[in-house]
């Protein structure tokens, strides 16, 4: 069945346009794809659900068809509008996500005396259930994400191994994305999620809180490590890539003594210790680091 159907008239932040034609063979393909990708990646990244201007600027779509490709998604239940209206920003999220938010909502006390047995039983075995692909997807974020998704998946992992005092600085730029304790030296990790190497920024950032350690906080130099965590083109397949430091980034960290793992290196550590890898050795394996070439 054909769907090159012309819609007049969109209805565009309270204004009127001309006629859009939308689910012809071009604009259900790739843009649809682009589209659904923009959702997905702006609430990964942000932790917001994103607005049509948005998905406008990661796409590159003009706002008129992107208007009308999401009202279509909509429709087909691939996207979700959870606020909108005339005059108001359209505001979207996955379909199966809002489905997830719906399931966990609120119920009265009282449902306790009206709930199935059964069904109490099927809850705790999802929530435990849960709670276990929840840790599998944040060690899988190692892999593809950026920004505060990646800082979240980097300290958990270092959690999970068992090093002391981990902290995600999310809410705090006047500290590294993560600190850690091993042996009573303290770490200090900058973190980095990019579609290409990484270059001497980072190291240069990493060795400013170095440096304001020693300054600021009277810390020795033996007290202190710098580590620069990489997930470098991460939009490729792990053995696909290329080599995580450009000739800058690596002469950069050697000058400075900062240390440097990617996050693919973290991940391949995590699934040792699933297959027998002690914890002890693995920490000694993530503070050793990778060879910076």
Request: proline share 3%; aromatic share 10%.
């Amino acid at each position: 069945m054909r769907h090159d159907k012309i819609k007049s008239k969109v209805d565009i932040d309270g204004k009127r346009v001309g006629q859009v034609k939308i689910g012809s063979k071009s604009s259900s393909g790739e843009e649809y794809k682009k589209v659904m990708d923009s959702v997905r990646d702006h609430i990964f990244q942000t932790h917001n659900f994103p607005q049509l201007t948005d998905i406008v600027n990661l796409t590159g779509i003009p706002k008129y068809r992107c208007k009308a490709i999401c009202d279509q998604l909509v429709g087909q239940k691939q996207l979700y509008e959870v606020f909108g209206g005339k005059g108001l920003p359209t505001v979207v999220l996955p379909y199966d996500m809002m489905q997830v938010v719906l399931r966990t909502q609120a119920k009265p006390k009282w449902m306790v005396k009206h709930s199935f047995e059964e069904k109490g039983k099927l809850d705790k075995e999802i929530e435990k259930l849960s709670s276990k692909v929840a840790e599998y997807d944040m060690f899988e974020r190692l892999l593809y994400t950026t920004d505060i998704p990646l800082e979240e998946a980097v300290a958990f992992a270092l959690g999970w191994l068992g090093f002391q005092d981990v902290k995600h600085h999310k809410e705090d730029k006047d500290n590294p994305d993560v600190t850690f304790k091993y042996e009573s030296i303290k770490a200090l990790v900058e973190i980095e999620g990019i579609t290409k190497a990484s270059d001497k920024n980072k190291a240069l950032q990493l060795d400013g809180w170095m440096t304001r350690e020693i300054m600021d906080f009277n810390r020795k130099a033996s007290e202190l490590k710098g580590f620069l965590i990489v997930n470098h083109f991460r939009e490729m397949e792990p053995e696909k890539r290329d080599d995580p430091l450009t000739t800058h980034g690596k002469e950069f960290l050697k000058l400075k003594q900062s240390y440097f793992f990617t996050t693919c290196f973290l991940f391949n550590i995590v699934k040792d210790v699933m297959d027998g890898l002690s914890k002890e050795e693995a920490r000694k394996k993530v503070w050793e680091g990778e060879k910076i070439g």
